[in-house]
Nanobody
Framework: QVQLAESGGGVVQPGGSVRLSCAAS????????EGWYRQAPGLQRELVAQ???????YVADSVKGRFTISRDNLANTITLQMDNLKPEDTAVYYC?????????WGPGTQVTVSS
């Protein structure tokens, strides 16, 4: 079972930027896809961005043009660069991996966008 650990969350003002990183305990090349979900209070967890085995990416419409997902295959990290943040981006952000059989999650990191 892969262990995932997110880092980089915190409090940021509207219009600011945050970079989230997810470190995996195994090679991320073994997964079908990996990425980020988020969950705001009282809402369902939603997909933010994902990157597939061959390198293609998906970014949700709500963050398109502001968030970028990338990965470092040597360091086994998945990064979410978040720019021009809005108060509605406030949530706990979770890293995940999917190997075609099992979905694994990190513990999450809080991002709060507030003036």
């Amino acid at each position: 079972q892969v262990q995932l650990a997110e880092s980089g969350g915190g409090v940021v003002q509207p219009g600011g930027s945050v970079r989230l990183s997810c470190a995996a305990s195994t090679s991320i090349l073994s997964f079908d896809d990996e990425g980020w979900y988020r969950q705001a209070p009282g809402l369902q967890r939603e997909l933010v961005a994902q990157i597939f085995a061959r390198g293609s990416t998906y970014v949700a419409d709500s963050v398109k043009g502001r968030f970028t997902i990338s990965r470092d295959n040597l360091a086994n990290t998945i990064t979410l660069q978040m720019d021009n943040l809005k108060p509605e981006d406030t949530a706990v952000y979770y890293c995940y991996t999917w190997d075609g059989y099992k979905l694994d999650w990190g513990p999450g990191t809080q991002v709060t966008v507030s003036s």
